[in-house]
């Protein structure tokens, strides 16, 4: 089903982030609305989050790619991270079905993010919980179920991350942070690369302008 450019854009943002911090991870894979298979015996039973964590990181095929995660495959394991960006079409698909089949697939954590807000409300299909929240967060508990464990506006910790989603831009874009406040975020390559020409930028311009203070004090002085 198509989505909005702003749904898109989010989905981007969190990726892009994502894709940066797991270079420094080791055997690490950030994917995007790649299938992930659980039941051997039913093998079109899937999921396909907005974006996932997955640890270790799967073999490629034989075509050097990786076109899904099958759990029963040697070196395929469920994601340690979904995180889905609620759709204005069909939101009760995220905030229903997605939850249960992370639980069935085993995935450990799950981050619900609704920008707009067009989850459904009390009565609605919530299963009596009133709704719609900006941000889940559903976690495994010590029985092994995946329970949410948060609803409302932000920020929520997310133990995976050992950081914190928060939502920013009016609530329509989702970041990570280090901190609560929202002060240390995590940069996408894109952010870290403009941040260090803008740092040589300033360093230059800065070098500069010593120079000419100190031509301007020469000069002064052989007079």
Wanted: glycine residues 8%.
């Amino acid at each position: 089903m198509p989505q909005s450019t702003p749904h898109d854009d989010a989905i981007d943002l969190i990726k892009a982030i994502l894709a940066w911090w797991a270079r420094s991870q080791p055997n690490t894979r950030v994917v995007h609305d790649l299938a992930i298979h659980w039941d051997e015996e039913h093998p079109s039973v899937g999921l396909s989050p907005d974006v996932a964590v997955l640890r270790p990181a799967p073999p490629n095929d034989s075509n050097g790619g990786l076109r899904s995660v099958r759990t029963w495959e040697p070196g395929h394991t469920p994601p340690i991270l979904a995180i889905e960006v609620v759709s204005e079409t069909n939101p009760r698909k995220d905030y229903e079905i997605v939850p249960d089949k992370c639980k069935a697939c085993g995935t450990p954590e799950l981050c619900v993010f609704d920008p707009h807000l067009a989850g459904p409300r009390r009565g609605r299909g919530t299963r009596g919980e009133s709704g719609p929240h900006r941000l889940q967060l559903w976690r495994h508990n010590e029985k092994g179920e995946l329970k949410r464990v948060y609803a409302g506006e932000g920020p929520v910790y997310s133990p995976t991350l050992n950081a914190y989603f928060i939502a920013v831009d009016e609530g329509l874009k989702l970041r990570i942070s280090d901190d609560e406040a929202g002060l240390q975020w995590w940069l996408t390559g894109e952010e870290v690369e403009r941040k260090a020409k803008e740092a040589e930028r300033v360093a230059k311009e800065a070098a500069l302008a010593r120079i000419a203070e100190l031509e301007a004090q020469l000069a002064k002085a052989t007079k």
